[in-house]
């Protein structure tokens, strides 16, 4: 606990240091985006990598924040495709200062995340870690950008098949915590082996992370769906878009079942009130205990990963992360049976 | 020119075999985007930087079109941000292919430009000369998103000071040609003196390229007012966006032509009738020879600053680049009087 403290208040730092407040309109609109911080799963990603294979943790701060704010970029613009006025319970920032502004403010911190890697090098990062990882992040980023488009293209889309909708998942999600761990492992001097390994819990982990988050609006943990996730409950389903337990329940349903399932994904009807009917239809069918199946799995893949790294209490971080989805909801894993 | 068609010839290859047909869904995106290509003006700046102090063609043709895919990326978001339906007198990849859509292709577009450094240093380029190009590219790209931002808020601003206008268009146009020169010289080993020459060249390049394209819907070579330019010749006034040569004529006019100059501004009004108005006005005040002046300054001072650099074809190319604004349009630069 103590060595965990000690990490976060200084990505904190770092995060703080980097976006001062009363610097000019960019700046305050990163930092409106930025901090208070969430729980910086993406930069504690790189960190536990870094330092679970040696690395000095000076010269990873400032890269484990670019991680956090690549992953912020995205979410400035997914909330205006999606439409979500809200994010954490504030207005998001395309609500708060307006759409180009936050299209803008978003590429900001998609080249925030090389800038960092710059400032690792001048704090004596060895040049080629240096451009390993901006391959890794480069290629990620891409890689990232592909499994976005691919979500648009399944509104509606009730028979895509579930290994398509892990390869979107493992595009638009796992791409990052995959990068995230693999470059902390490259900047910490890893050998091959060990960044391969790191790069494979990544990866599992973001898949695990990503089909939990597609749970919570079905777990009932909370009548009203909400339970600690940061967007709307409701985003998806206003977007018609199916996540996992969606796909699962359709995948599973009778003829009824799936004709309701279709009606309730394409509306029309009040969201909150299709969102409980969808949840009726999630678990009738045996969907959400297939989901929790799957978070299941791809948990226990990435905690296998690990077997690769050697022992430490930096890899017990990254096994702990796993354990609870790594995510903002950890006090809902108890109820997934991860 | 035997030269030149070789260097654009091989850019286009380059161009294409990164992005071929019949690939994904973003390739695809990509390649309407990106092929048949412009005049590569940010391409060949990098390689002729590149090449006028002694760097290696293969070496620097993925990095060269790097910068083309960023600056790509920024249209596309820039046509959302404007509403611009027409690039290029094609529909904009927005209207083509859906905002949602365009917003992540330009996403991936920014990433590709780290990418394409990457395969600079597959290709045998020194490590320190990657990261130094990789600094100069994430620094700029955060630069141009903060001026991206400031000429948002400069719509209805006819006060605008023309030093604040300048400073905008130094962060959100000449920051990238900036960059294009200064990564060229760096990837190509330039000394420190070249660098920094070619920077200064590159920054005043961009000064004077986008003074010259704020001229073009005024500047009567075409009645339309739409002669060779990219994007729609009312745009600027659709947003309510004061251009140089607006600020000047506001700044010059009579206190009956300042209010007239507003009223056009800010309309309401059929865009082609205010277009054609506030060309009178900026021809009147004598904006239009006061904006071609400053376009003079800014184009000969990069030549000056070319002084620094080794004579060669390549230093030429550079001038020529110059001396023609550099831009789509040079079939007009004549009328410049540049």
Same mark, same amino acid.
């Given at each position: 606990?103590?060595?965990? &403290?000690?990490?976060?208040?200084a990505?904190?730092?770092?995060? /703080?240091?980097?976006?001062?407040?009363?610097?000019?309109?960019?700046?305050?609109?990163?930092?409106?985006?930025?901090?208070?911080?969430?729980?910086?799963?993406?930069?504690?990603?790189?960190?536990?990598? &870094?330092?679970?294979?040696?690395?000095?943790?000076?010269? !990873?701060?400032?890269?484990?924040?670019?991680?956090?704010? !690549?992953?912020?970029?995205?979410?400035?613009?997914?909330?205006?495709?999606?439409g979500?006025?809200?994010?954490?319970?504030?207005? @998001?920032?395309?609500? @708060?200062?307006?759409?180009?502004? %936050?299209?803008?403010?978003?590429?900001?911190?998609?080249?925030?995340?090389?800038?960092?890697?710059?400032?690792? %090098?001048?704090?004596?990062?060895?040049?080629?870690?240096v451009?390993?990882?901006m391959?890794?992040?480069?290629?990620?980023?891409?890689? *990232?950008?592909?499994?976005?488009?691919?979500?648009?293209?399944?509104?509606?889309?009730?028979?895509?098949?579930?290994?398509?909708?892990?390869?979107?998942?493992?595009?638009?999600?796992?791409?990052l915590?995959? %990068? +995230?761990?693999? !470059?902390? +492992?490259?900047?910490?001097?890893?050998?091959?082996?060990?960044?391969h390994?790191?790069?494979?819990?990544?990866?599992?982990?973001g898949?695990?992370f990503?089909?939990?988050?597609?749970?919570?609006?079905?777990?009932?943990?909370?009548?009203?769906?909400? %339970?600690?996730?940061?967007?709307? @409950?409701?985003?998806?389903?206003?977007?018609?878009?199916?996540?996992?337990?969606?796909?699962? &329940?359709?995948?599973?349903?009778?003829?009824?079942?799936?004709d309701?399932?279709?009606?309730?994904?394409?509306?029309?009807?009040?969201?909150?009130?299709?969102? +409980?009917?969808?949840?009726e239809?999630?678990?009738?069918?045996?969907?959400?205990?297939?989901?929790?199946?799957? !978070? &299941?799995?791809? /948990?226990?893949?990435?905690?296998?990963?690990?077997?690769?790294?050697?022992?430490?209490?930096?890899?017990?971080?990254?096994?702990?992360?796993?354990?609870?989805?790594?995510?903002?909801? *950890?006090?809902?894993?108890?109820?997934?049976?991860?």
């Open positions: 606990m103590e060595c965990a &403290a000690a990490v976060r208040a990505l904190v730092t770092e995060l /703080t240091t980097r976006w001062p407040e009363g610097a000019d309109g960019l700046a305050e609109m990163h930092r409106y985006a930025l901090v208070p911080p969430g729980k910086l799963v993406r930069p504690l990603l790189v960190m536990w990598s &870094a330092l679970s294979v040696g690395g000095d943790i000076d010269q !990873v701060l400032p890269v484990a924040v670019g991680f956090e704010a !690549v992953h912020t970029g995205s979410l400035l613009h997914d909330d205006i495709i999606d979500d006025l809200t994010r954490r319970g504030r207005p @998001a920032i395309h609500s @708060a200062f307006g759409p180009e502004q %936050a299209i803008i403010a978003g590429n900001a911190l998609f080249f925030e995340c090389f800038a960092a890697l710059g400032r690792a %090098a001048s704090r004596g990062m060895p040049d080629e870690r451009v390993a990882a391959r890794v992040q480069a290629e990620a980023g891409v890689t *990232a950008c592909r499994g976005a488009l691919a979500e648009l293209s399944l509104a509606g889309e009730l028979d895509t098949p579930i290994e398509d909708y892990v390869a979107v998942a493992r595009a638009k999600t796992a791409a915590t995959r %990068a +995230a761990c693999m !470059v902390g +492992a490259l900047l910490g001097g890893g050998r091959s082996a060990e960044v390994a790191l790069a494979t819990f990544g990866e599992h982990y898949l695990a990503q089909f939990h988050d597609d749970l919570l609006p079905y777990a009932q943990i909370n009548p009203s769906g909400a %339970a600690g996730t940061d967007k709307p @409950a409701d985003s998806d389903l206003r977007n018609h878009r199916p996540t996992l337990p969606v796909l699962l &329940a359709h995948q599973r349903g009778s003829t009824i079942q799936r309701m399932l279709r009606q309730v994904l394409l509306g029309p009807g009040d969201p909150g009130i299709r969102l +409980a009917r969808m949840c239809l999630v678990q009738a069918t045996g969907a959400l205990t297939a989901a929790q199946a799957m !978070v &299941a799995v791809h /948990t226990r893949q990435a905690l296998n990963a690990l077997n690769l790294v050697p022992a430490s209490v930096f890899r017990t971080r990254l096994a702990d992360l796993a354990t609870s989805s790594g995510d903002d909801t *950890a006090v809902d894993s108890d109820a997934l049976a991860i």
